[in-house]
């Protein structure tokens, strides 16, 4: 089981390094990313379960640091504040709770990044739509269809595959090489 695992996570990624527009889509993502933070904007992101999990972590690396020691850039993951999160829940319901974020931290040419494997998580796509309607850009992280996401994302980038587990590992292999992209367009290039 283990080396079929690893063999399936191999071939997705050969997926993905096979499909240029996807690839072109990653580029867009990051120039997206380095317009946004050259104008003085923010970048948040969105996921539940693993996909916040990235969130935060995608997060991290443009507030704290990547390859270079520099400046941090304004990123947050929707779901760090746990007080704010479960009182938008309980109060309204969770289907909301990225969107209010989104509505009170969000501002015009800011970029939310909505990450979901199926694409059709509704607190996603309400903050998504929340974002469409407050001028952001929109990035969209999804899996092999896009589901509700891709008629809301400005970019989308959609693992070739159908495999939750196999999309999650693209989505931070993705994720990473956007956010060494943008590191690299603002400070330069890494030692390494």
Not at 83 to 103: E, G, I, M
Not at 105 to 110: F, H, T, V, W, Y
Not at 157 to 171: F, G, K, M, Y
């Amino acid at each position: 089981m283990i080396r079929k695992r690893i063999t399936e996570a191999l071939e997705v990624k050969q997926r993905i390094l096979k499909n240029d527009q996807l690839l072109a889509k990653i580029e867009l993502a990051a120039a997206l990313i380095t317009r946004t933070y050259r104008e003085g904007g923010k970048v948040l992101f969105c996921g539940n379960g693993g996909s916040a999990a990235d969130a935060q972590h995608l997060a991290a690396e443009l507030s704290g640091r990547f390859y270079l020691d520099r400046e941090p850039l304004d990123a947050e993951a929707c779901h760090v504040n746990t007080s704010f999160l479960t009182a938008v829940a309980n109060d309204y319901d969770f289907a909301s709770s990225y969107a209010r974020y989104v509505k009170a931290s969000g501002r015009k040419g800011d970029v939310l990044v909505g990450i979901s494997t199926s694409g059709n998580s509704e607190n996603i796509v309400k903050a998504m739509e929340t974002a469409q309607s407050k001028s952001m850009h929109t990035i969209a992280m999804t899996g092999e269809n896009g589901g509700k996401l891709k008629a809301l994302a400005n970019i989308l980038l959609n693992v070739p595959s159908t495999d939750t587990p196999r999309i999650q590992e693209a989505h931070i292999l993705m994720g990473h090489i956007f956010c060494e992209i943008v590191e690299n367009n603002l400070f330069g290039q890494p030692g390494n």
